[in-house]
């Protein structure tokens, strides 16, 4: 569960700087809340385990090219979660969707956990009875059923408020201090955590301290809005904290010490060195799997791929690009890539290896809600016509 408690500006303490990072394999768990008893199993986004008969077979039989358009259709119905609207305005329905992500139907929530669930069955069967559905699968407590369901009440961000405060609309949201060799803005000036990350990003990049994709802070704003809303003493049940949910193994690698485990700057700093630490690691396998795309695909599918790996680490992503049996998607995403967009491959790479090493829906949604996170900044006044929002 996440806890919220506002805090109006960054303490000043000045830290050592930055270690290497051991190599670190990082995971970052979404936080969930406790779920109200209507909800089907389905609802929830957690990863599964291991391949078993029934819909992971379904997976496992579909063809590759059934990810052209997965990518879109992912982002449309994770809308519908963030902004509550289109099926998911009333809170209490389950949407279906098919393995492209495509909107199959929706069911209102039952009184409690068995009904919604029969009612996500029922309807199952009656898709496929309809030919809206080649197969179908039915789900119970324990397992996922397909199509695909999704419970529109889940824990999610409040996309318009995390915006504000990440703009620094109000002034109890705006940020000053000193960490390690920066410091930014001032106690009678206190900034946005929009200037203090354009602020770390170019002192980082004239010390060539890290190298990273020039469209990444776009993403890494998107991170902040969906990891913590912007409120930096966000605390999850992992023991995630801070504005970017960094672990304490994380944040103790990053040379931080436990009193400045919520400075903002300091969160900012760690992350971008995460950042560069998985796309050190990362780019070897992806050049010689992906080198040969061209250069505006090639460079929006390594910020996606970067992106899932802060959310389910780095090694995770270089098998899907490198193990023998994980990375036959890429394999032929990459031979066939004039057919895809980078979100289709980047999705397609997990789609086809869901209930594989601990890969589940919830490895989409969360790059789907941090793309919709970084359209909702570059949709504002501030920011729409600004650099930031610029290329690709």
């Known amino acids: 569960m996440l806890l919220w408690c ?17 190599q670190l394999v990082l995971i970052f768990t979404l936080a969930t809340l406790t779920q109200a008893p209507a909800l089907a199993e389905e609802g929830q986004a957690g990863d599964e385990g291991a391949d078993t008969a029934g819909w992971t077979a379904i997976v496992r039989n579909s063809p590759y090219w059934a990810s052209q358009g997965v990518y879109r259709n992912i982002l449309t119905i994770r809308r519908w979660v963030l902004k509550e609207s289109g099926y998911c305005s009333n809170p209490d329905r389950h949407i279906l969707f098919d393995m492209r992500g495509q909107f199959l139907g929706w069911i209102s929530d039952g009184a409690d956990r068995a009904t919604t669930q029969k009612r996500l069955n029922d309807t199952r069967q009656s ?14 407590a324990h397992t996922k059923g ?51 990350l354009m602020y770390i990003v170019q002192r980082r990049s004239e010390q060539n301290r890290f190298a990273l994709p020039a469209v990444l802070p776009r993403y890494l704003a998107g991170q902040i809005l969906i990891e913590s809303g912007g409120q930096a003493r966000a605390h999850s049940r992992a023991n995630a904290k801070g504005i970017l949910q960094l672990s304490p193994p994380a944040l103790k690698d990053c040379q931080i010490k ?27 396998a992806f050049d010689e799997r992906f080198g040969h795309l061209p250069e505006n695909k090639r460079n929006e599918l390594f910020v996606l791929l970067l992106i899932q790996a802060y959310h389910g680490g780095a090694s995770r992503v270089q098998a899907l690009l490198e193990d023998e049996t994980l990375a036959k998607p890429a394999e032929y995403f990459a031979a066939n890539h004039e057919r895809f967009t980078a979100g289709d491959i980047a999705f397609g790479m997990v789609f086809h290896n869901l209930g594989r090493d601990r890969l589940g829906l919830a490895s989409l949604y969360y790059v789907a809600d941090v793309q919709l996170a970084t359209e909702a900044l570059c949709k504002t006044d501030t920011l729409g016509s600004a650099r930031f929002c610029a290329g690709k």
């Open 146 to 196: 397909y199509p695909f369901a999704l419970a529109c009440n889940q824990p999610h961000v409040n996309l318009d408020l995390a915006v504000a405060r990440y703009l620094g609309t109000r002034e109890q949201d705006r940020v000053w201090g000193a960490w390690d060799d920066l410091s930014f803005a001032t106690r009678e000036q206190p900034g946005s955590l929009h200037g203090a």
């Open 258 to 284: 436990p009193q400045n485990y919520w400075h903002r700057l300091a969160q900012i700093d760690c992350a971008l060195r995460l950042m560069h630490q998985n796309a050190r690691n990362l780019q070897p």
């Open 127 to 140: 898709l496929h009875t309809k030919g809206l559905t080649e197969e179908w699968v039915a789900g119970d």
């Open 6 to 22: 506002p805090v109006a500006t960054d303490t000043l303490f000045m830290n050592s700087r930055f270690a290497s990072l051991r």
